[in-house]
T-cell receptor
Framework: AQSVAQPEDQVNVAEGNPLTVKCTYS??????LFWYVQYPNRGLQFLLK??????LVKGSYGFEAEFNKSQTSFHLKKPSALVSDSALYFC????????????FGKGTRLHILP | EADIYQTPRYLVIGTGKKITLECSQT?????MYWYQQDPGMELHLIHY???????EKGDLSSESTVSRIRTEHFPLTLESARPSHTSQYLC????????????FGPGTRLTVL
């Protein structure tokens, strides 16, 4: 079965520093990967997706993600963190074997320290 | 403006009450979804739909039911609410074809006393 894993429950980064939120995946076939962000008391917002092509995907709010096939990873990155980036981040994969449903990771809480 | 709406945003009710959580989208999407999420935790898919008159159960067993009579409307009903139903419920939609992201509503925070 398709799955994603987010190995860190929480990540703390100082404002202005680069940030990375980790995600690894397990799929049969081509991986279709997503990142979403959730602010308090809100629904999820789409950040970016990887379907095919360039391994570096650029998304909203200055975020980008690097697809690495050999390491089966899709880490989310930003060169310079803002306090407003503090939120819950979800990695997700499309499950081609189960009605194309999206399988979400457990989420990583990102704290940007001023 | 194309968007996805959920009402109410917050609901506190007593055990045994029947409730309906509303979800509407003006995005013209065929696929719609309901997720259950405890605060700050992972999402669990409870229902989804491919279009009008299509409803499917998700991964998490749920005592709720859904209907899809109109493309833009996907309400979720609990016939008899219990404290174990206390959670946040998120509605989402997406296009039917292709590898498409889901668009989420703001959620309904349900508390059953």
């Amino acid at each position: 079965a398709q799955s994603v894993a987010q190995p860190e429950d929480q990540v703390n980064v100082a404002e202005g520093n680069p940030l990375t939120v980790k995600c690894t995946y397990s799929v049969s076939g081509n991986p279709y990967l997503f990142w979403y962000v959730q602010y308090p008391n809100r629904g999820l917002q789409f950040l970016l997706k990887y379907i095919t092509g360039d391994n570096l995907v650029k998304g909203s709010y200055g975020f980008e993600a690097e697809f690495n096939k050999s390491q089966t990873s899709f880490h989310l990155k930003k060169p310079s963190a803002l306090v407003s980036d503090s939120a819950l981040y979800f990695c997700a994969v499309r499950d081609m074997n189960r009605d194309d449903k999206i399988i979400f990771g457990k989420g990583t809480r990102l704290h940007i320290l001023p | 403006e194309a968007d996805i709406y959920q009402t109410p945003r917050y609901l506190v009710i007593g055990t045994g009450k029947k409730i309906t959580l509303e979800c509407s989208q003006t995005m013209g999407h065929d696929k719609m979804y309901w997720y259950q999420q405890d605060p700050g935790m992972e999402l669990h898919l409870i229902h989804y739909s491919y279009g009008v008159n299509s409803t499917e159960k998700g991964d998490l067993s749920s005592e709720s039911t859904v209907s899809r009579i109109r493309t833009e409307h996907f309400p979720l009903t609990l016939e008899s609410a219990r404290p174990s139903h206390t959670s946040q419920y998120l509605c989402a939609s997406s296009e039917l074809q292709g590898v498409n992201e889901q668009f989420f509503g703001p959620g309904t925070r349900l508390t059953v006393l």
